[in-house]
């Protein structure tokens, strides 16, 4: 028999038999690895443990401990849930079923509601196919034989999807009675899913369309151990804890009406106060940085936003209205006033750079079934800036605004990563002011010298972007910061400067958030800190306890000397044993307890208690407001 050469990562070579698989190069190397081993990589490309090899080909084992091995056993477990549903639910059919960051979720057309006890029986039913250990098999079929094989099944979903794809030939996995459409990689047999939960139901419809079937989403997470997803599943404990929706009713926070409108926060008064203070912080940050603060209307004639190209690209995102018979949209973002500031006066190129801010609010029609508490809404806050500048001055002012997130992440405590969004499909302006943009972008973030990812296709349609997912303390990541690098608006709107040649020219135009919407970073901060906010951005940052009747009138003294300082206080001077009102106050994560018994009132001081429980010396009211002040101060 012939023999072939293989290279391996580390740049040696092992000879095999011809048709050796992945498999059979693992076993060359070690029985270890090869037990190890659940599928394969040839020239860069993922493959299935039993992918032969070609003579000359680079090949890499994959184990439970590379990178790639977690999608491949998510998209497996995937596999072996449809293979569950199915014997469990003859009628139901199948449409698509991918691993996703969290686990994997897979879409069924049944006429019934799936129930919490059902997904007990489909992870049993799992548990009994994965301990059978199917062999999960490959083959390559014609793409005419595919549609009929599913025709005859009655699985209409991939019929369509082999249609739609338009190939010559797709490939089917089968692992006992259950087949499947899929390019893979999969598992070598069902025995290799060991470690998986299914967590939830939801809605959802047939290829994200509106007008087509809604089907039933069932969501799932697996791991390669049961280690890994115990600590996961801890985690998702410990995150229904922290939700902001849970939190936000408790914590008197927000609310949503039917009555007001899907996806329209009404805040209320700690909710509002904690908006304040978040905005007053973003409004000194800004002046600092040398921002002025602007503002623009609600609505905007539609003849805007068809030269912006919103009308064309965004307008199935947008609420448009008539008055006196003229077109207006109502505003899904706040780039249009500000140019038409710019525009309103003739620049100079001393004048540059220009920054524009504005906490501007918004409305984007978000479908009905994304709509998630504050993080996914229809109107919002967004803390909205637009910089014009020369091109000279660009790679200065991305890197301002880089240096501007890390400073305010910092505070917040956030780490955070980094990735640069390309040209999507749907765009407008040259290639030449793509490249431009882009490559001012990508200059200024190798030169920050933090690690970042591409994102092709995925920037705004005027523009390449560099996307800030910050991460919580559950490890979770957020999209809240942007950077948008756009020269074609400018072009649309014909804004100039005279240069100092006398010449005009054309500026650049950066448009920029760093907390995002401020719903959404709301929803983050809460979820993030568990509802204990920090004292200084606390909505209450004390409340002053009384023992009895007999310390209110010094109580209330010492309250309002804690207000007039600006100390945002509440008082309780109900006739409630003094246990049950900490209590209390715990529950609502205030900061400072102030206990007022006899002993403070002949002392004229008040005894700080920290909401966990920690007791702190003495201090007058006075001590306590600079006590405050310096905390605020320090960002604690």
């Not at 082999?162 to 996995?173: P, R």
């Not at 947008?318 to 899904?332: A, I, L």
């Not at 933090?450 to 919580?472: M, Q, S, T, W």
């Not at 008040?606 to 010396?617: Q, S």
Request: hydrophobic content about 40%; aromatic content about 10%; some cysteine.
């Amino acid at each position: 028999m012939n023999e072939i050469i293989v290279k391996l990562p580390d740049g040696s070579e092992r000879i095999l038999k011809e048709g050796a698989s992945i498999y059979d190069l693992a076993a060359s190397i070690g029985t270890g690895l090869a037990k190890a081993a659940i599928a394969g990589k040839i020239d860069g490309h993922l493959v299935d443990l039993n992918a032969k090899l070609k003579n000359g080909a680079t090949a890499e084992i994959v184990t439970e401990k590379s990178p790639e091995a977690l999608e491949i056993i998510r998209h497996s477990t995937s596999h072996l849930m449809a293979q569950a549903v199915k014997a469990l639910f003859p009628q139901a059919k199948v449409t698509i079923g991918p691993a996703i960051e969290t686990g994997f979720y897979y879409d069924f057309d049944l006429d019934r509601a799936f129930t919490p006890e059902d997904l007990e029986k489909i992870e049993a039913k799992m548990r009994e196919l994965a301990k059978a250990n199917l062999k999960i098999e490959r083959q390559e079929l014609s793409s005419t034989d595919a549609i009929a094989l599913f025709k005859k099944m009655g699985e209409d979903y991939k019929v369509e999807l082999i249609e739609d794809l338009g190939a010559d030939s797709v490939s089917l996995y089968t692992q006992g009675d259950f087949t499947d459409l899929c390019r893979g990689p999969h598992l070598p047999s069902t025995s290799y899913c060991k470690a998986f939960k299914l967590t939830s139901i939801a809605g959802a419809y047939w290829r994200g369309d509106e007008k087509r079937a809604m089907l039933q989403r069932v969501y799932g997470t697996a791991f390669g151990d049961k280690k890994e997803l115990d600590a996961y599943l801890a985690r998702i404990e410990e995150a229904k804890k922290r939700d902001h929706r849970k939190l936000g009713r408790e914590l008197d926070l927000f609310s949503f009406s039917d009555e007001v409108g899907a996806g329209l926060v009404i805040w209320h008064p700690k909710g509002g106060m904690l908006r304040t203070v978040l905005e007053d912080f973003e409004r000194k940050e800004h002046i600092k940085r040398g921002y002025d603060i602007v503002l623009g209307p609600q609505i905007l004639k539609t003849e805007l936003w068809q030269r912006s190209g919103h009308y064309e690209n965004y307008r199935e995102n947008m609420y448009f209205t008539t008055v006196d018979e003229q077109g207006y949209g109502v505003k899904p973002m706040n780039c249009l006033s500000h140019m038409m500031i710019y525009k309103s006066q003739l620049r100079s190129y001393r004048d540059l750079p220009l920054r524009f801010f504005e906490l501007g609010m918004v409305h984007r029609h978000e479908r009905a079934g994304v709509l998630h508490g504050l993080l996914r809404v229809r109107g919002f806050t967004q803390d909205d800036a637009h910089i014009l500048c020369t091109p000279d001055q660009l790679d200065a002012e991305i890197k301002g605004v880089l240096s501007f997130v890390k400073d305010v992440m910092g505070i917040f405590g956030f780490d955070y990563e980094m990735e640069l969004s390309t040209r999507p499909e749907k765009s407008i302006g040259s290639d030449e002011a793509w490249e431009m943009a882009t490559s001012a972008l990508l200059s200024a973030l190798k030169d920050s010298g933090r690690d970042f990812e591409i994102n092709e296709g995925d920037g705004a349609f005027y523009g390449p972007k560099i996307d800030i997912k910050l991460r919580d303390a559950l490890d979770r990541r957020w999209q809240c910061a942007t950077i948008q690098c756009d020269f074609t608006l400018p072009e649309r709107f014909d804004l100039t400067y005279v240069d100092a040649d006398g010449e005009r020219k054309r500026p650049v135009m950066v448009h920029r958030v760093i907390l995002g919407a401020i719903e959404r970073f709301i929803g983050v901060l809460i979820e993030h800190f568990a509802g204990n906010f920090p004292t200084w951005l606390s909505p209450v940052q004390a409340i002053v306890l009384t023992v009895t009747d007999n310390q209110i009138p010094y109580a209330q003294a010492a309250f309002d000397t804690l207000r007039a300082a600006g100390i945002r206080v509440q008082k309780d001077f109900r006739n409630e044993k003094l246990g049950f009102k900490i209590r209390e106050a715990q529950l609502q994560k205030v900061p400072y307890m102030l206990v007022v018994g006899d002993k403070e009132v002949e002392s004229g001081l008040l005894a700080p208690r920290y909401r966990d429980g920690k007791n702190l010396e003495g201090m007058t009211p006075e001590q306590f407001v600079s006590f405050i002040e310096s905390e605020v101060k320090a960002f604690r």
